[in-house]
């Protein structure tokens, strides 16, 4: 940017910016789902223009599909945030941040969404390659999934949803589970990609 603001921290991550708008916590809340299937539960979308984080135990699988979310346990505790915009506006003292729009891109009374890194794992189904993700983070959003199939006989194939398991403390792992059932065709895997939040 040419002119403008920008606040970066000790690690050169910027972190406060006049022409892109920072996401706010809007709600720290416990979401339940409805039964979907034996072990699995489908959780709905959140509303518009929100980005959900997940809460993730070791053992926890979410995953998306066309229609929603598919998790493996029927509640998850999860942190939504919304642009700074779209939040109340300030009043009293404090630092606001605008873009040369006059839309506020930050604002000092708003507890800020600090987003980590970015991972992507995969699975290993016919030639793609395993791809786990090293971190310990416990908050994270899929930012990208696509479905997987697995060929189970002459005749068809188990389609599965996109997303991440939290294997272990430090781990995760691609995960997916069965929406759907389609014709034989061949195996494949695509990755999911997720972000975390510290």
Known sequence: MTY?????????????????????????????????????????????NTIRFWKMSVGDVVTQYPSGFLCNKSSFTVRESIPVSQSPAPSGYGMVVYDASGNRVFQADQETASIGDRFTVQA?????????????????????????????????????????KRDTSSKYVHAGEEYATGPNGPNFSRPTTFVTMR
């Open 124 to 164: 290993n189904i016919g030639s793609s390659p395993q791809i786990d993700a090293n971190t310990s983070d416990e908050w994270i959003h899929l930012t990208d999934w696509n479905i997987s199939v697995i060929t189970v006989s002459t005749s068809f194939a188990i389609v599965l949803s996109g997303g991440v």
């Open 4 to 48: 403008g603001f920008e606040a970066r921290n000790s690690s050169g991550e910027l972190v406060i910016d006049g022409e892109y708008p920072v996401e706010v916590l809007n709600v720290e809340k416990t979401i339940t789902g409805t039964l979907y299937s034996t072990g699995i539960y489908e959780f709905s979308f959140p509303p518009t």
